[in-house]
T-cell receptor, first 113, second 111 residues
Framework: ETGVTQTPRHLVMGMTNKKSLKCEQH?????MYWYKQSAKKPLELMFV???????ENNSVPSRFSPECPNSSHLFLHLHTLQPEDSALYLC????????????FGPGTRLTVL | QQPVQSPQAVILREGEDAVINCSSS?????VHWYRQKHGEAPVFLMI?????EQKGHEKISASFNEKKQQSSLYLTASQLSYSGTYFC????????????FGKGTSLLVTP
């Protein structure tokens, strides 16, 4: 399945670094999502973008900053992260809303040193 | 707000049936089911909407009891490919979108 792609697939960064995760969907969808999946926690929905507008951020810390320049691209800008932010970050898209089928990308495995 | 899944883990022989439950303490708008294999991204299985509409595309069935705020996923005649971790996500529709996931049920199907 190559409908949703994510880069990079792996990222190691220090706490003072600034990096960005990229997600691109080729499915013509209007909604895109960022999820965080940690080893010992349930899947967490971080951000929802619908028609390029953010509709939900679920109280995510400000060191995570999303950007959605168009309905096909989604970024997650990272700065001054903590070791506990190490996780698998998944991007997903759906046609219009959360009640449509979501298609996930392969994820970015992030390690914060 | 996190839904509770049961059982936490189950081991089946190929061809056997299984039921995975997902319960919430809050009124729900929809319930989502996903399966994730080790090292892979989650794959959508099914969405059940308040009012009875069901969306899905695999040979797996599910129920949604709105009064009990509970959903069950039914895996019949299990195949080896069914192995993985099953997550339910529950959605409330208040002032925005919120999707909360359970901790997952690990399913292993053996030959």
């Amino acid at each position: 399945e190559t409908g949703v792609t994510q880069t990079p697939r792996h990222l190691v960064m220090g706490m003072t670094n600034k990096k960005s995760l990229k997600c691109e969907q080729h499915l013509g969808h209007n909604a895109m999502y960022w999820y965080k999946q940690s080893a010992k926690k349930p899947l967490e929905l971080m951000f929802v973008y619908n028609f390029k507008e953010q509709t939900e951020n679920n109280s995510v810390p400000s060191r995570f900053s999303p950007e959605c320049p168009n309905s096909s691209h989604l970024f997650l800008h990272l700065h001054t992260l903590q070791p506990e932010d190490s996780a698998l970050y998944l991007c997903a898209s759906s046609q219009d809303s959360l009640t449509d089928t979501q298609y996930f990308g392969p994820g970015t495995r992030l390690t914060v040193l | 707000q996190q839904p509770v899944q049961s059982p936490q883990a189950v081991i089946l022989r190929e061809g056997e049936d299984a039921v995975i439950n997902c319960s919430s303490s809050k009124a729900l708008y929809s319930v989502h089911w996903y399966r994730q294999k080790h090292g892979e991204a989650p794959v959508f299985l099914m969405i059940l909407l308040k009012g009875g509409e069901q969306k899905g595309h695999e040979k797996i069935s599910a129920s949604f009891n709105e009064k009990k705020q509970q959903s069950s996923l039914y895996l019949t005649a299990s195949q080896l490919s069914y192995s993985g971790t099953y997550f339910c996500g529950t959605e409330k529709r208040n002032s925005g979108y919120a999707l909360n996931f359970g901790k997952g049920t690990s399913l292993l199907v053996t030959p």
